[in-house]
């Protein structure tokens, strides 16, 4: 079953008259989405309208399990969703701005071979009501009101692959970024993706200027065809192919990120990155290899890793070694996945 938070005011107003109901009666259904409030906690609409509604649609989509806090306040929440499935969503506080990581699938297809989301494959796709659910909670858990966010950021970097997903990923985006709605601007929001070339280039042309994160993680296809299974159908050429136009359409700096694996974390690396990226609107993300009970892929030395990043500088990259957040609660990238917390 969909819930209210699948949509817009539009066709809340729309739902409303169908069933009979004064049109001022959206506003307040409007209002108890952006809240994330269910239909036992709102006391302004009748109980006889909010039966109709609940023969079509519950009113949240997600629901808080659990969730499990760092030292350094960073919060990985394990959702519920309507159907039982389980989703993980982390936010993490920064000073500049507070951002939440939400997944757009149940499970993933894409089958990466450091990556714990994919173990088990594709349960289902996720829809835009419970993408934005995650946000709606995660604001609402942290203190944050439509007016006033506590979730300034949002990274589509969860489980799934938000491209493998698109229909639903742009009504999310819709509905963020709607003004009657969280008004997020497209700016604050990151969609990582392994490299679907086709939906890249819709996306570059979808209206919503978001940064797009291209999940890279290696120089040539041989090594990245080891790590991910995509790159046999979607080569290296065709995905850089697909970001200058991403960047040619949108103004927008693409984002490569690059999980710094063993094998791929050495000199000659470096020069083949420096070789397939230069000459346009990038920059390089470098990512430390996070643990993965099931995965056997080993993580560079921190020695490597900065001997790694002072190399792709001098070679001319724009470049960055990110810290991990998370990881200690198995809520760093690559680490969610469809499964129970344990405490």
């Known amino acids: 079953m969909f819930s209210l938070q699948d949509l817009n005011q539009n066709e809340i107003i729309a739902l409303t008259v169908r069933l009979g109901e004064p049109q001022f009666r959206a506003k307040q259904i409007h209002d108890m989405v952006l809240k994330n409030k269910d239909y036992s906690e709102v006391t302004n609409i009748p109980a006889v309208f909010k039966e109709k509604l609940k023969s079509e649609y519950t009113a949240v989509a997600v629901r808080l399990k659990h969730e499990i806090k760092n030292q350094s306040g960073v919060k990985k929440y394990l959702y519920e969703l309507n159907d039982g499935n389980i989703i993980e969503g982390v936010y993490m ?11 757009t699938q149940v499970g993933c297809r894409m089958g990466c071979a450091f990556c714990a989301s994919g173990i088990g494959g594709l349960v289902r796709n996720l829809t835009a009501g419970e993408i934005l659910g995650q946000v709606l909670l995660a604001n609402r858990l942290n203190g944050g009101v439509a007016g006033k ?60 200027p978001v940064t797009l994160s291209i999940s890279l993680h290696a120089p040539t296809n041989e090594k990245r065809n080891r790590l991910i299974p995509l ?85 001319g990259l724009s470049v960055t070694a990110r810290r991990s957040l998370g990881a200690d609660i198995a809520g760093a990238c690559g680490q969610l996945r469809n499964t129970m917390l344990r405490s």
Request: net charge neutral; glycine share 6%; aromatic share 8%.
């Open 93 to 103: 506080p920064h000073g500049y701005g507070d951002t939440l990581c939400v997944s």
């Open 149 to 208: 966010r506590a979730v300034t950021n949002i990274v589509l970097m969860g489980s799934g692959e938000p491209l493998d997903n698109y229909d639903n990923l742009i009504k999310f985006l819709e509905l963020v970024t709607a003004e009657n709605g969280l008004n997020v601007s497209a700016r604050n929001i990151s969609v990582s993706t392994v490299g679907i070339p086709d939906k890249i280039k819709l996306l570059a042309k979808s209206g919503f």
């Open 231 to 315: 790159n046999q159908k979607h080569n290296i050429e065709e995905i850089i192919k697909s970001a200058k136009y991403y960047v040619s359409e949108t103004g927008r700096r693409v984002i490569f990120e690059y999980a710094t694996s063993e094998t791929v974390t050495d000199e000659q690396s470096a020069k083949e990155l420096a070789n397939l990226l230069r000459g346009f609107q990038c920059h390089l993300n470098l990512i430390p290899l996070n643990f993965v009970k099931e995965k056997a892929i080993k993580p560079a030395s921190p020695s490597a890793v900065k001997s790694f990043e002072k190399s792709l500088s001098a070679l």
